[in-house]
């Protein structure tokens, strides 16, 4: 499946997988988290809140920081800064005696370094994989999906044996273990070669004062401007902006919604479960569908889009009985946990493999700022109406808002991108072909 040129490619696959499951999926247990923070700490709730709220947002919010690693260095120090920094925010957290410390080292460092997992992982994917990028994808996120499904629970049983402490230090010997997948994720072809151009770029301008400002200049001109923001990916960060804004309202409130209805704290955290199986399916099935050149990335990201806003729609004719509520949170999960595998290829033939890394980053921002303002949106919304359905109601059009921007994506592209031709011309003619 991956070119000949690239011969470890599917062991990157394997090690982005147990990568994402490790370091990323501990964003899922922020909740379980949010408890147990109360419980020790016995401070402001809406304190509590926005460090529970900032970690769980900081796997987007970081993507800049990551691009701008990946960029310098490689991926491969991409994920293991972030296991190292995934160690000391998790390990000095145990040791905060005042909650507001927990900001630094849960939240903003602890955070930080699931950010970097997750963009090393997908950059390095998109540049292993020219042609099957929606199916590496998919198989390496699914680790994500991987997580949502053991993680949360595992976390519970570890607060309820060791104490919050004790689960701090070991949730932060688990995301360590992400530097080990680190060390396996060699830098792909298109990274070395792009190093030794730096390099002999670097060389040729410290000839003089005057082209060294030269080069500053040009640089500082070229990141004020991305050369790839035109119209088609502007509309796709619109697009992915509210699509997380829908889902960061779905992960938040539907939970709770389950036990408004009814439902125990038990069966909320299981229907939780049903999400997360359904998600590992979908993150699967759909990187697979993607790679089918009829259908592509950005064709199945409209159409789960607008499934899941008729699903959200019909939150309440749809969960009556128990039997519904589960067959409603697989069908969630099925329907919109893929979209996650969908935007690293959608990504990658909007701008090309030369702005992947800076492109991801943006999109991967993009998203942490839907996670951050939609769960003040839906309180707000919750506060001034009193109950769900108008809450649900703008969470379905946001889902739906991000199907039609990916529409409009598809209206005003003119051609594909240059998806790597400087990469092709430095191979011999027959490697050139098969890349």
Known sequence: MSDRREPWAWVVVVASLCALFLNTSLSYVAGVMHVALLETFQDDVTLTSWIGSLYSCMFALSAPVASFIINRWNCRCCVIVSGVLGLVGFASSSLAHDIRWLFLTYALMAGLGQGLCLTGCLVLLGFYFKKQTSLATGIGIAGCGLGNFLLPPLTQHLVDGYGLKGAFLLLGALAFQS??????????????????????????????????????????????????????????????????????????????????????????????????????????????????????????????????????????????????????????????????????????????????????????????????????????????????????????????????????????RSEPPDRGTPLATTLPESEAMEA
Request: hydrophobic fraction near 40%; charged fraction near 10%; proline fraction near 4%.
């Open 179 to 412: 530097c080990v997948c680190g060390f396996l994720m060699r830098p792909s072809q298109h990274e070395r070669q792009s190093h030794e151009s730096k390099k002999a770029d670097g060389k040729t301008s410290q000839e003089n004062l005057a082209s060294r400002c030269q080069s500053c200049f040009n640089k500082i001109r070229s990141c004020s401007i991305p050369p790839f923001l035109d119209m088609s990916f502007s509309l796709y960060l619109l697009s992915v902006i509210v699509f997380t804004t829908g889902l960061s309202i779905q992960k938040l409130y539907l939970p709770d919604f389950f036990m408004k209805q009814g439902s125990t704290f038990q069966d909320a955290s299981s229907l939780v479960s049903f999400i997360g199986i359904g998600g590992i399916l979908s993150r699967i099935c759909l990187g697979f569908a993607a790679t089918d050149p009829s259908i592509g990335p950005l064709l199945l990201y409209i159409g789960v889009n607008g499934l899941t806003s008729v699903l959200v729609y019909f939150l309440y004719s749809l969960t009556r009985t128990p039997v519904l509520k589960i067959v409603f949170s697989f069908c969630y999960g099925l329907y919109n946990g893929g979209t996650w595998s969908l935007l690293n290829p959608i990504t990658y033939n909007t701008v090309g493999v030369q702005h992947l890394a800076s492109a991801m980053g943006l999109v991967m921002f993009t998203s942490g700022g839907g996670f951050l303002v939609g769960g003040p949106i839906a309180g707000m919304l919750l506060e001034a109406t009193g109950h769900y359905h108008t809450t649900f109601m703008f969470s379905g059009s946001c889902f739906l808002l991000a199907s039609i921007f990916g529409l409009l994506m598809i209206c005003v």
